[in-house]
């Protein structure tokens, strides 16, 4: 009788299995919207959760079959989640700038999670750091390292592997604008803090898996996940605290991100809890640094491999003294239009995520979207769109010209994303890359090493866009 009862159990259990891997991806299907091919259990993420293409790539794959179907939107399945993917770029307007209230949170599948009014709270008070003015107070600081950099480079022997160089750069700028401490990563190769930085960002496909899986609203609930693993918010933990004695000793007379996330209430409590703080530094420094830097490498890539620009670019930036009117790059055709073009071609965040906080219609259509429902803007498939950018494989700043870019949707180009989300270090950012690259071609000329292949492939196992196999280039001094 047992054996009968339990038989028809597993039977039924079976049964009930089947139904559910053939209904689960009807979702998309019942709303007539087009989803490509979602594979149980993976939905259409399995060539990125198992590595095979880097983040986001397969978005882009779908974003070109919605595109050539003439639809202004498609479903994606992330595991058995629905996730919406907006394709047409007023639609794209709507939800990330014209309505984003009902859009405010990201997906929390990324260290950039905090959300409604926590984050409003968080960017509220930080917002007042990354103006014109702080960032021209921070310049002298900025061309110090610059400096140390181009130091750095010529004990470097050749080929140098740009990457692993502009990431240290990068950890020490990130640090002095947000703490004003140095974290001597330049000077102290493999330091632990690199380490874990590292380990943040490059992982092994069961952490890509958890990547996944922590953006499943239920996942998260049930198993409490934390979006920092216990070793990283350890590490930070006591990095914190080395921080602020070093901030208490310093003598920089500005106020940095720092103070303001330590400072005390009217009546003596505090603003932000211990692990607030921890996690907001943690997030600049992660946000900050491995986007500069790659943005960076990707940007010496394309200059070493067309010479004819690189020299153009040398000759603009040699008639500015960056130390005494650095604001005035900004007014540069050349090196603002080859930073947009090294954005739209490698964009770092292949895709941006939202998350629907209210239930919203889709204008013109029966799509509704319920609280909670989310959405990924396909950043990549928009760049390598040939619509808006003709052969988006070849690399080309004219495209940024006044001439070429009047009437072009301001949506065609998000990499730094848009609405009140929209990243809070765009100006650092392109500050930081203007500085550096004026300050090493001034010194250097830098080649393809042949260790570089062309074109580049992408590392399938990185959270942002970035080079599989390193960029190595020769450095030559110039003077
Ligand atoms: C080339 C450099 C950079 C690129 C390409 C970049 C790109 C992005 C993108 C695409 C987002 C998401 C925007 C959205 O969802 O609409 C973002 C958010 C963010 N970025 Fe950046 N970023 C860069 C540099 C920086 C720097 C230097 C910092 C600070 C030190 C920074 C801090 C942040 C923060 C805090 C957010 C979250 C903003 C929020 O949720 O309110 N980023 N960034």
């Avoid at 330049?186 to 992982?203: A, C, H, P, T, V």
């Avoid at 239920?218 to 590490?235: A, D, G, P, Q, S």
């Avoid at 491995?290 to 010496?300: H, I, K, P, R, V």
Wanted: charged share 25%; hydrophobic share 40%.
């Amino acid at each position: 009788m047992f054996l009968i009862t339990s038989g028809v159990f597993v039977f039924l259990g079976v049964i009930w299995i089947m139904f559910k891997i053939a209904t689960v991806f009807s979702y998309w299907k019942n709303k007539n919207v087009y989803t490509g091919k979602p594979q149980f259990p993976f939905g259409n993420s399995k060539n990125v959760v198992l590595q095979k293409l880097p983040l986001g790539f397969d978005v882009t794959e779908l974003y070109t079959e919605i595109r050539s179907r003439s639809e202004k939107y498609g479903g994606y399945y992330n595991f058995m989640t629905p996730v919406f993917v907006p394709t047409d770029l007023d639609l794209i307007k709507t939800i990330l700038i014209s309505n984003s209230d009902s859009f405010i949170n990201r997906v929390s599948a990324n260290l950039l999670h905090s959300r409604g009014d926590q984050w409003k709270r968080m960017r509220l008070k930080i917002a007042p750091f990354f103006t014109n003015l702080k960032i021209k107070q921070f310049l002298p600081v900025m061309l110090r390292k610059t400096d140390e950099l181009i130091r750095l480079m010529e004990d470097t022997p050749n080929p140098l592997n740009v990457k692993e160089v502009l990431d240290r750069y990068t950890i020490d700028l990130i640090g002095l604008y947000t703490s004003s401490v140095d974290l001597e990563t330049m000077k102290n190769k493999d330091s632990e803090l690199e380490r874990q930085l590292g380990n943040f960002f490059n992982k092994s496909i069961v952490d890509t898996l958890f990547r996944f899986l922590i953006t499943i609203p239920k996942v998260v609930r049930y198993l409490k996940i934390m979006t920092f693993n216990k070793e990283v918010t350890k590490f930070f933990m006591l990095l914190l605290d080395d921080i602020v004695h070093a901030r208490n000793r310093s003598k920089l007379e500005t106020t940095v991100v720092l103070d303001v996330l330590t400072q005390k209430t009217f009546n003596g409590g505090e603003y932000f809890t211990r692990s607030e703080i921890v996690g907001n530094l943690a997030t600049l420094l992660l946000a900050g640094y491995e986007t500069t830097s790659n943005a960076l490498t990707f940007g010496l890539y394309e200059l070493a491999y067309n010479m004819e620009l690189q020299e153009k670019l040398r000759i603009e930036t040699s008639t500015l003294e960056t130390s005494l009117e650095p604001f005035s790059l900004l007014d540069k055709f050349l090196i603002d239009a080859q930073f947009s073009e090294t954005l739209r071609k490698y964009p770092l965040t292949t895709i941006n995520t939202r998350e629907c906080t209210e239930t919203f219609r889709i204008p013109n259509s029966n799509i509704i979207l319920g609280k909670g429902s989310q959405i990924y803007i396909p950043l990549r498939g928009i760049h390598w769109d040939p619509e808006y950018y003709p052969n988006p494989e070849r690399f080309d700043p004219e495209r940024f010209s006044e001439e070429n870019s009047r009437g072009r949707h301001p949506c065609a180009s998000l990499p730094f994303g848009a609405g009140p989300r929209r990243c809070i270090g765009d100006k650092l950012g392109m500050m930081n890359m203007k500085i550096t690259i004026a300050s090493l071609l001034k010194s250097y000329r830098f080649r393809l090493h042949p260790k570089t292949r062309s074109p580049l492939d992408y590392d399938a196992k990185a959270f942002l866009l970035q080079p599989k196999d390193g960029v190595f280039l020769n450095v030559e001094k110039i003077r």
